[in-house]
Each structure stands twice: as C-alpha cells, then as structure tokens.
C-alpha cells in the first residue's frame, strides 16, 4: 500500500476521482461524470486516464469496490461499485487542504500575510 507524506501532491485525476467519492458510494461513470462536472472546460477525462487513476487508488488502498451496480432485470453487463477507504478521506481531506492553503497565498489571505493592495 502506498502511502503519501503530509507534503506530498496528488495529480489532478487522482485528486477529483477521489473527491468523487466524498459524497458515498458511486459507479464508475458517476465518477466520471462528477470529475467532468469539476473540469473548467467541461471535459471528462479519457478513459484510459480515468481507469489509471482508479487503479493507481485502489492499489494505494483510497478506494475499495464495494458491489455491484445491476439491478434486477437491468439488461447490459453490471457495473461496480466503489468507495473511498478512511485512508483514501484522509488523503483526500489532506490534499484539499494543501490546496486550500496555496488558494489562500495565491489571494494573500494566507494566515500570517499581509495582504498588499
């Protein structure tokens, strides 16, 4: 299992999949339709990229599968589904807050700056 220091960074792709499951339990395309829906210009990333990114959480222990997507009488093969681990809300609530604290340097509302306007 791979771990990440409280200084480490996520990529991109791997941060929004993994705040695409903040809110629960999803199939993979709600989680590409979240991480679409967070894109500026409204793309979803490419599949190949996606499922990188999935593999690379799971493997680290962030995201678990959870079941299955089917319902009953639902034609077409079933999905599954995943969910973040409390390692993988750990790693998500750090990063966000990485993020959070450059957003705030970035607009000098840093704690401990003196805003010049």
Do not use: H
């Not at 995943?82 to 604290?101: K, N």
């Amino acid at each position: 299992m791979r771990k990440t220091s409280p200084n480490s960074t996520l990529p991109l792709a791997q941060f929004t999949l993994l705040a695409s499951l903040k809110g629960g339990v999803a199939s993979a395309s709600a989680m590409m339709e979240t991480m679409r829906a967070a894109d500026p210009n409204g793309k979803a990333p490419a599949v190949a990229t996606f499922y990188r990114a999935l593999k690379r959480a799971m493997e680290a222990g962030w995201i678990e599968l959870c079941g299955s997507t089917a319902e009953p009488g639902q034609a077409g093969r079933p999905g599954q589904s995943y969910r973040l681990t409390p390692g993988g809300r750990r790693v998500l609530r750090g990063e966000a807050t990485r993020l959070a604290e450059l957003v705030a340097l970035a607009l000098d509302d840093a704690p401990g700056t003196t805003a010049s306007r």
